[in-house]
């Protein structure tokens, strides 16, 4: 399965051991969608869209209502590259 490139890139992030914090509004929707790195740093370009995407997937999955982190699948998906550090 190809995954575009936007989500190559949320997904190498999460990879890293970043992740995607998510804030729900008093209806339970989800209000603000916000991809943060390891080292701290807010990552942009994750919109509503991309996120139901990559969770549709099955890339990303929630434990005990704590961030959304990568899974196996995710990992399967996502390709190998070179960390530029």
Sequence with gaps: MDISRA???????LAQGGCIQVEKDE?????????????????PGL?????RKVKRKGAIAST?????????????????QTDNR
């Design 7 to 13: 989500e190559q890139r949320i997904l190498h992030i």
């Design 27 to 43: 209806d339970g929707r989800i209000a603000e969608i916000s991809c943060v790195t390891r080292d701290g740093w807010h990552l």
């Design 47 to 51: 919109d509503l869209a991309l996120f």
């Design 64 to 80: 005990n209502g704590g961030p959304y982190r990568i899974t196996r699948r995710g990992l399967q998906l996502v390709r190998s």
